[in-house]
């Protein structure tokens, strides 16, 4: 069992950064995959970003390469993404998520856990 919770999320502008931290519970978190997706109103989760268990394998969307990095530190059981350059249709709740195999899913399904969600809101 792993549990998720994220936090950093606000209100910037178009061009601003933010920093999403995701902070993970269970001894066997360096086993995990880890995603961060978003969802807007309306609008199917979308996958961003994963990265692999040790940290040396990452997928992005491709609207986001060269803008977002996600990162992971195991002694601290936590995984971030930052974002840069962030525009205004990035608005959305971002989740965290975990999952106990080797490869990068991209798919919500493939990730059985979930955090609450953190809101992003990048003003014009």
């Known amino acids: 069992q792993v549990r998720l919770v994220e936090s950093g999320g606000g209100l910037v502008q178009a061009g601003d950064s933010l920093r999403l931290s995701c902070a993970a519970s269970?001894?066997?978190?360096?086993?995990?995959?880890m995603g961060w997706f978003r969802q807007a109103p309306g609008k199917e989760r979308e996958f961003v970003a994963t990265?692999?268990?040790?940290?040396?394998?990452?997928t992005y969307v491709n609207s986001v390469k060269g803008r977002f990095t996600i990162s992971r530190d195991n002694a601290k059981n936590m995984v971030y993404l930052q974002m840069n350059s962030l525009k205004p249709e990035e608005t959305a709740v971002y989740y965290c998520a975990a999952a106990a195999i080797a490869v990068l899913p991209t798919e919500p399904g493939e990730y059985p856990y979930w955090g609450q969600g953190t809101q992003v809101t990048v003003s014009a």
């Open positions: 990265i692999n268990w040790s940290g040396g394998s990452t």
């Open positions: 269970g001894r066997t978190f360096i086993s995990y995959a």
